[in-house]
């Protein structure tokens, strides 16, 4: 996997993600892994899943189920635009089928309910959660690091829903640290991935054990998801000018502003060798340059 270099003392590195593949961009193409392997399996035909309208996960897996044979139904949070975002336009140009849900009803998702009124509705579809966030989207970001990336001992990642964030940690080194820069204000990204732990390793003393190593920065969050400020589309700007990576507004622009600031404060010691994980979600800078 390529790598491009941020800077040179203290060692921080970028691993390409988002180069995995040109559509199924970065972490969703792990995350979705194993869920289209377990849909295969299961013998179903159609995947259903959840997301917003410039949702990355809904985008990949769009792209993902044409390419495995599969149908998609994407139920879209909130009420349908007038003029729909490119990203949702690519997702049925893909052949997915948009469902739009008010908010509220958006929040019961999760629920038995919810869920029974999707097969009522839809048939026997294979449900994955939003973002991918489940045992099989977990299992599949446990691979994103190599061996090769044994040499660094701190590991540096955006967060949303915490599955990638759990995914690396289970697979850490002894050596290794995480460093979590959660996208969104709130102080709960701890919580959300020791619940992905709790749940994939059936042990809560275990999962807290594991949650309680991470190390949170919360104060690059720019005041929420996929809110944004001049500062950070300037340094967005400058690091696909000067460093030749292209970075999106939700999640790693705001990952590497804060690896950055970190740096610049002389927070990491001179042989720390830093990994910066990312995770791609590219097409959502899209919602920027088009307003």
């Known amino acids: 996997m390529e790598y491009s270099l941020w800077s040179e003392s203290p060692i921080c590195a970028v691993k390409r993600v988002d180069k995995v593949h040109p559509i199924i961009s970065g972490n969703k193409w792990f995350k979705l892994k194993y869920n289209l392997e ?3 399996m299961g013998e179903y035909d159609t995947l259903l899943s959840f997301g917003g309208q410039w949702s990355n996960h809904i985008h990949a897996l769009a792209y993902a189920a044409r390419e495995n044979g599969f149908k998609s139904i994407g139920i879209i949070r909130g009420e349908q635009l007038e003029a729909k975002s490119q990203m949702l336009i690519d997702a049925e140009s893909y052949g997915m089928q948009l469902e739009f849900v008010t908010r509220e009803a958006y929040k019961e998702k999760h629920t038995e309910d919810f869920k029974m009124w999707l097969m009522e509705q839809y ?8 973002g991918g966030a489940n045992f099989l989207g977990i299992n599949g970001c446990i691979e994103i690091l190599e061996e090769a990336d044994e040499e660094y001992n701190i590991i540096c990642c955006s967060a949303g829903t915490g599955a990638m964030a759990a995914g690396l940690l289970l697979s850490l080194k002894k050596h290794q640290k995480l460093h979590v820069f959660p996208s969104l204000k709130g102080g709960f990204m701890k919580d959300e991935i020791f619940n992905h732990l709790e749940y994939f390793l059936m042990d809560r003393d275990a ?5 309680n190593t991470v190390v949170f920065h919360d104060d690059y969050h720019f005041d929420g998801y996929a809110k944004t400020t001049p500062q950070l589309l300037d340094f967005i700007e400058k690091t696909k000018s000067e460093k030749g990576i292209p970075l999106d507004q939700v999640y790693t622009g705001k990952l590497m502003f804060g690896v950055n600031d970190l740096l610049q404060c002389n927070y990491f010691e ?3 060798k830093i990994l910066v994980i990312h995770s791609g979600g590219l097409q959502g800078y899209r919602s920027v340059e088009n307003v």
Not at 123 to 130: H, R
Not at 207 to 211: G, T, V
């Open 123 to 130: 048939g026997p579809c294979f449900i994955i959660p939003e």
């Open 38 to 40: 377990q849909a295969k």
């Open 270 to 272: 001179k042989n720390d």
């Open 207 to 211: 999962a807290k054990e594991l949650a």
